[in-house]
């Protein structure tokens, strides 16, 4: 093949062609010169790779959207060529109507342009540093069933390690400390649970370095420590297992060792990786050699911050506090905090009046991985926001105001996330490469059912992985998990409850309850198959309560019922709950109110309801759907 043969394929002119090889080291006479098939393949793949390269560095920085006549004036063309290419991609454009970002670095890259946002004010603060970058403590979250003595561990490393013990009980103002050991800094978060950890995450607020999972040995693991490891191990978080409760008599550390295996902790003395130590909060036992895992595994993280930019940080709880207003507690990720700084915290803000530690005593200066509460804010922010010192008050108040502005535009176009109708479209667009499940069941057996079910579905480019499974009803910390993993919720025989629902709701998340084993089946695979077919959406619209059941010899069953929320309507597909599971689905029969068939009973009346199933007790609950279709968006 001859070289301009060769430049005729790549679309380039020979003599640019000759040039590029010659910066590839491919030097060649000219265009008669002739070069073998393979060589020619080689030149192809490092011509496209060095253009690509080209374009990547031919940056352009601009506000989105824009219109055609601006880019046009960016790319130094003329808008009507721009028109142009778009008309003949079968878009039609005027020169005033604005292009999205995606649109406008599509046309910029033919121009061989890479289009970028400008950065915003934030982002230059942001992107502000300094190279004196140091090692910092690790920040460890302590998470857990409840009671299984979480804080019991931390009020005694800090009891044994503080220096200067005050005499009687040291008051803990903040959940969050750093510890100064001999060995080295850690700092430590006592949550009140994972929600908050995943509310962080959720805000894009990672700031665990480690999770310490606690569990007591004479309790177990319970649904809670589940969910908390499932939470950690989304988050890609290092997990150190904490067994406590040891000095008790009925305490059972192999129990939890099986059961961590079961979760695919395996303990190291049982062949697995997963470090588990054997502690006791009251006795102290083994809590040194737990801060001396913490420290080796930090050790191994090589955790770094620069100390000397303008500070930000994580915010780990807020309060409002009678006297002193919005108080916030807020970990430092990079520079150095100072009172008396102006700083923006969530959609908050305001000059930093005070900074008090753990111990309440006021500090004025705050490094990396060290928490604080600060006050001087003008509002409470919410776990997981961020703060970021600003240069002025000026500063302050433009990024406030922007941030409300965006929040207020997010409420009126929520968020959608992955659904299940649009799975084959962002596998086939490379967007996603596995299916997330959360996936929830009445009872055990059915959860292993279905989880047994869904490993044999055969799947070729989609990988299904499932999350988080338990028993119970769909939570909010199950909708929260799968805002952050982007996953969908699956509920085998059971609900959601209220609050999931909403959240569900507000947040776009996906929640599909099935009833029929091979209905979910069906669905999930025809999802991975990209057939999914429209489907009945089902919309909450009321529950009643079961206050009695009567038997009426000609129809059956007839439940005498409260509306609690809502409203209920004849004919309207419903389920019945009882406890943590749908007993039965089918639909309002009949409805009535005192003696008449009634179309409909609001929230707060009384109503009897027949559903045709004449095993309905006092006691279970009715919820009523709406049903809409929602077509495939394929
Ligand atoms: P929540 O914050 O409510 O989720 O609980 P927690 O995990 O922080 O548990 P907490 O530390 O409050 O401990 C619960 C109870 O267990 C308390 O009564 C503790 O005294 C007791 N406890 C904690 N650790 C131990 C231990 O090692 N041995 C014994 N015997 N009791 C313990
Ligand atoms: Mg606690």
Known sequence: MRIYELAKQLGVDSKELIKKLKALNFPVKNHMSVIDK????????????????????NVIEVDFPITIK??????????????????????????NQNLDKKTAQGIAYEYKVNLKAKPTQEEQILQAGSKNVKKRAPIVTLMGHIDHGKTSILDYIRKSKLTNQETGGITQHIGAYQLNLSKGKISFLDTPGHET??????RGASITDIVIIVIAADDGIKPQTIEAIDHAKAADVPIIVAINKIDKANANVDMVKQGLSKHDLVPEDWGGRTTAVEVSATKGTGIDELLDLILLQAEVMELKA???????????EGRLSKGKGALATVLVKEGTLNSGQWCVCGKYGGKIKAMHDDLGNVQNKIYPSEPIEILGLNGVPAPGDKLMVVPDEKTAKEIMKKRQEEEKKKKITPVTHLRLEDL???????????????????VGGTLEAVEGALAKIPS????LSIVHKGVGLINSSDILLAEVSDAIVVGFKVTT?????????????????YHIIYELIDDIRAALEGL?????????????????????????????????????????PCHLIRGNSVVFEGKIETLKRFKNDAREVKEGYECGIDLGFDKIREGDYVDVFGQEVISRKL
């Open 38 to 57: 393979d060589t020619a393949e080689i030149i192809k793949h490092e011509v496209e790779e060095l253009d690509k390269k080209e374009i990547e560095e």
């Open 70 to 95: 601006d880019l046009a004036t960016k790319l130094g063309r003329k808008p009507s060529q721009l028109l142009s290419d778009l008309f003949k991609k079968g878009k039609m454009f005027t020169i």
């Open 197 to 202: 950890f995943t509310q962080m995450r959720a």
């Open 306 to 316: 620069d100390f000397d930019r303008p500070a930000i940080g994580v915010v780990v």
């Open 424 to 442: 084959h479209k962002k596998v086939k667009q490379g967007e996603i490469k596995k299916l997330k499940i959360i996936l929830k069941a009445d």
């Open 460 to 463: 070729k480019e989609v990988e």
């Open 497 to 513: 409850d209220s609050q999931a629902r909403s959240s569900a709701k507000k947040k776009g998340i996906e929640v599909r309850t």
């Open 532 to 572: 999914l077919t429209p489907h009945i959406k089902k919309t909450f619209m009321g529950r009643a309560r079961v206050k009695a059941v009567f038997n009426v010899s000609k129809s059956g069953v007839i439940a005498g019922c409260q509306v609690e929320k809502g409203k209920i309507l004849r004919g309207a």
